[in-house]
């Protein structure tokens, strides 16, 4: 098997195979096959990442390693698993089934052989976290409790305990298994088979066996598999999953097209260059894997909780026994603790919550986000694409110096025509639909990022752009009728101005109109206990005003350039904020990474994904509110069980060593509040949408 090492830890090590290794049927198979490795104690497979995560007793890995490197597909190829993938009732039918079987059917000695069989794993388990590991924690207070029940022939008690113990754990793998499942479904491409050039013939294989390389045929109306680069034909391609950008864009020889967008119009054929595992969709797939070490601290808390209160279990077992000499009462001191129901419904609750978010359009990127944006007192957004519907359209253009309305549009469309930004394709698309023709007539253009495009016209200096940059850095000279007239556009429109020769020719005042849901997600937002929200934007203030107003948001921080937004986010936290930030673009990654939590959309740029703790699957606003009522009830909700669980479990423990409840029944009512906690770790914490 090919493969390579991309993480690893004492005992834990990830591997990379390549894309089509193995497939979706044959991942439990892959894992079988590592499990039936001595010292391996756990491994998981994914099929569409080919990842393999082994987990393993340190002394073991050259020998791991080598049997990965010899491994071949003769080995899993064609093989099923049973009993992987099933429904979660039904397994836990079969386990409850399985101990009526054993109580009331079986004979009392052979009931007591499978007890025996069944009580091996754990004894061992916590011996050698015992002996070995030097560690008395959760496994050796389990092997305890089972061993004790046994000791005082009590085979009954060992069994149910066992059982429902047994239950946990299967809500506990169901769960980590159906999260990455959902996301993976909500985020893979539906394609089976592909057609490529090969030998001067096209030539139809399946999608699992393209490579980088390879040339790929695509037709209007289909979807673009796999990254590549045009190397012939020409199509419009609908660029809406990646850009957010509604209208198609025509790709030729030499552009890059992406996976997961279409093709409207046209055919191509592209030079595949990351194929199924490389792709920008197959990294956001990856999020999921690795979101496991992204513990929220209240998880890494209950985790250390859980093992730290075992001595006490113990001691307070022999302090009982040394006053009492009453081993029934010795007994339930270690058949009921806090450790077991704090270390499963924890975890639970944040996989169940991180499920909940992909199922609702929001993919967490780990438990430590959804605790961050549960604290979070501040959200602040970005205005352009976030707020706005990032497809501005041009409202009106004004003209000076004798230049007509037309030929202001027409110089400014030729300019910025080269810039796949959403203002300057709104020019261009205003300039086609009037049906005005603009040659090739200046010399080679110069953009300056968030500021504008500089170039030269018949000799004349052409630029066009921001206030900032026309004026303040180009110098532009402009009369008081022509600022009169732009500081009364500027109460309703953003604005781009076009000077020719040092000085003004015209404005082209930009419309970008609010989401229809934005008031609606910024109240919900406040209603949710966010006491600021604040809003970032490049444009002046009066048109920020303008949409600040429409939208609810009453702090705003105008024309504002993209390295001054990480800075003020950075004060904020400074000043003891706990900051969201909502940005989609490029120049938002920093804002993004200095923020407690950054959200950014599915459309967002590359970096922007990256980077966002967040992603809204579906570019909908109403997945932040969704984010922020699923961290914050989730937290609740662990709070809740916390309180469950101590309380129970501390009147369990004082009614045992009263001598009013046997151990049995300490045991069975102990282990079913663990259930209990962990069935309200997995209740969903959003109502469901009519």
């Known amino acids: 098997m090919e493969f390579k090492i991309v993480h690893e830890l004492p005992g834990r090590i990830r591997l990379r195979t ?106 061992a388990k916590g011996l050698k976290a015992f002996f070995i590991a030097r560690r008395l924690n959760v496994s050796v207070l389990d092997a305890a409790a089972i061993s004790s029940a046994m000791l005082r022939d009590d085979f009954t008690t060992a069994g149910v305990i066992m059982t429902l113990m047994s239950l946990a754990e299967e809500m506990e793998e169901w769960t980590q298994h159906r999260s990455k499942e959902d996301l993976a479904q909500s985020l893979a491409l539906r394609v089976d088979k592909v057609w490529i050039k090969k030998g001067g013939a096209e030539v139809e294989i399946p999608f699992s066996e393209l490579r980088t390389g390879d040339l790929l045929v695509i037709r209007a109306g289909s979807i673009i598999p796999a990254d590549g680069r045009v190397v012939e034909g020409e199509a419009v391609v609908n660029q809406s999953s990646m850009t957010g950008e509604p209208l198609g864009i025509v790709r030729r020889a030499g552009a890059s097209v992406y996976a997961g967008t279409a093709v409207e119009e046209g055919g191509i054929t592209i030079e595949v260059t990351a194929a199924a595992g490389g792709t920008r969709i197959d990294k956001i797939i990856r ?215 040092g000085g003004l020719a015209g404005i082209i005042c930009i419309e970008d109109p609010l989401k229809r849901e934005a008031p609606a997600v910024i109240a919900g937002l406040k209603s949710e206990g966010l006491k600021n929200i604040v809003m970032l934007t490049g444009d002046g203030r009066r048109a920020a005003q303008k949409t600040a107003a429409e939208a609810g948001i009453t702090e705003i921080c105008a024309e504002m350039l993209p390295q001054d937004k990480a800075g003020y986010i950075k004060k904020m936290r400074e000043d003891g904020r706990r900051v969201m930030m909502i940005g989609d673009g490029i120049n938002d990654s920093p804002a993004l990474s200095e923020a407690s939590v950054g959200i950014t959309m599915k459309h967002g740029a590359d970096i922007a994904q990256e980077v966002a703790n967040v992603v809204l699957l579906d570019d909908r606003l109403e997945g932040i509110a969704d984010a922020r009522r699923i961290s914050s009830r989730t937290m609740r909700k662990i709070k809740t069980n916390y309180a469950a669980i101590v309380g129970v479990n501390t009147m369990l423990i004082l009614l045992g060593l009263a001598g009013r409840v046997t151990p049995r029944t300490s045991a069975i009512l102990h282990n079913l509040t663990t259930l209990l906690a962990c069935g309200y770790g997995l209740s969903p914490v959003l109502k469901k949408r009519g």
């Open 18 to 123: 390549p894309a089509g290794t193995f497939t979706k049927e044959e991942a439990p198979a892959v894992c079988a096959v590592f499990e039936t490795l001595d010292g391996v104690t756990r491994v998981k497979a994914s099929h569409r990442t080919g990842s393999i995560l082994i987990y393993f007793e340190p002394p073991r890995r050259g020998e791991i390693l080598t049997a990965a490197s010899v491994m071949t597909r003769e080995y899993y190829e064609g093989i099923e698993m049973p009993g992987r993938g099933v429904p979660l009732a039904s397994t836990l039918l079969r386990t409850v089934a399985g101990m009526a079987f054993r109580m009331l059917v079986l004979p009392a000695r052979v009931r007591q052989a499978v007890c025996l069989w069944r009580a091996a794993p754990y004894i």
């Open 287 to 501: 999020v999921i894997e690795e979101s496991e070490g992204r513990k929220a601290s209240v998880q890494s808390q209950a985790e250390k909780l859980a093992d730290s209160i075992v001595p006490f279990n113990f001691a307070l077992a022999a302090l009982v026994y040394l006053f009492t000499r009453d081993p029934e009462r010795a007994a339930s001191a270690i058949m009921v603790d806090y450790s077991c129901a704090i270390k499963i419904a924890t975890p639970l609750s944040i996989l169940a919550a991180m499920r909940e978010g992909v199922k609702n359009g929001v993919l967490i990127k780990g438990g430590k986000f959804i605790e961050a944006m549960a604290e979070a007192d501040t959200a602040v957004f970005d205005k352009t694409g976030t707020l706005t519907a990032a497809e501005p359209r041009v409202a009106k253009v004004v003209p000076f110096g004798g230049r007509s309305r037309e030929e202001v549009l027409r110089l400014a469309a030729c300019l910025e025509e080269h810039f796949p930004h959403p203002i300057a394709r709104a020019v261009v698309r205003k300039a086609a639909e009037e049906g005005l023709r603009h040659e090739e007539e200046h010399a080679e253009v110069k953009y300056t990022v968030a500021h504008g495009i500089a170039s030269s016209l018949r000799g004349e200096k052409t630029i066009i752009g921001s206030r900032h940059f026309v004026f303040d850095d180009e110098g532009t000279a402009w009369t008081e009728e022509q600022k009169a007239a732009a500081a009364a556009e500027a109460e309703r429109y953003s604005l781009l101005y076009l000077a020719i020769g």
